[in-house]
């Protein structure tokens, strides 16, 4: 099945910087691969998706890549500000097939220092 | 328009005792999802519906675990007896018609402690 594997698992970046978390997935049927935030306390939120047949995929200070070839895709932050720092979660599932569960990695835990 | 929501927000219960959380999705959709995140490791997947039927259960971890959805509406996942390597937090989430949209939206999750 399906195996995501995240990195780094922790995160620290001064304010106005910019922030890198990589994934790679090793099923080579995923399309789909999301991204979700979760702030302290609160419920993981969809920022930002890309599908396999896109490279790039960007909304505002956020940004998306994918490396098909490699298996890899990572997200990309710029200018951070203090309200960005939560947990991440990249993941992958296979879009529009029967089975829709993401599977996720392990999660990095941002921390924008002002 | 209304979120995922959760029933309980906590829960702490005994070792041996029964536990039923409670997911409504977001009004019309069809697929709903059950993840659990233990000890601040990855989320992981529990089973899907679509409706009210499982499309798919392969992460269940054992027959302790049940989950229905009855009347294709909102659904309860409930642990019996409950074991110590159960407690987490528990999360549900929602999406439209398969083929239209993948976007899971996520509820607010419970968190369950088994002492």
């Known amino acids: 099945g399906e195996n995501v594997e995240q990195h780094p698992s922790t995160l620290s970046v001064q304010e106005g910087d910019s922030a890198v978390i990589k994934c790679t997935y090793s099923?080579?049927?995923?399309?789909?691969f999301p991204w979700y935030k979760q702030e302290l306390g609160k419920r993981p939120q969809l920022i930002i998706d890309?599908?396999?047949?896109?490279g790039e995929k960007k909304d505002q200070r956020i940004a998306v890549t994918l490396n098909k070839t490699a298996k890899h895709f990572s997200l990309h932050i710029t200018e951070t500000q203090p309200e960005d720092s939560a947990v991440y979660f990249c993941?992958?599932?296979?879009?529009?097939?029967?089975?829709?569960?993401?599977?996720f990695g392990k999660g990095t835990k941002l921390s924008v220092k002002p | 328009e209304a979120g995922v929501t959760q029933f309980p927000s906590h829960s702490v219960i005994e070792k041996g005792q029964t536990v039923t959380l409670r997911c409504d999705p977001i009004?019309?959709?069809?697929?709903l999802y059950w993840y659990r995140r233990v000890m601040g490791k990855e989320i992981k997947f529990l089973l899907h519906?679509?409706?009210?039927?499982?499309?798919?259960e392969s992460g269940m971890p054992n027959n302790r675990f049940l989950a229905e959805r009855t009347g294709g509406t909102y659904s309860t996942l409930k642990v019996q007896p409950a074991e110590l390597e159960d407690s987490g937090v528990y999360f549900c989430?929602?999406?439209?018609?398969?083929?239209?949209?993948?976007?899971?939206?996520f509820g607010p999750g419970t968190r369950l402690t088994v002492l």
């Open positions: 989430a929602s999406s439209l018609q398969r083929g239209a949209t993948d976007t899971q939206y």
């Open positions: 099923d080579s049927a995923s399309n789909y």
């Open positions: 890309i599908r396999s047949n896109v």
């Open positions: 993941a992958a599932s296979i879009y529009g097939g029967s089975q829709g569960n993401l599977i």
């Open positions: 009004s019309g959709h069809d697929n």
């Open positions: 519906f679509v409706k009210e039927s499982k499309q798919d």
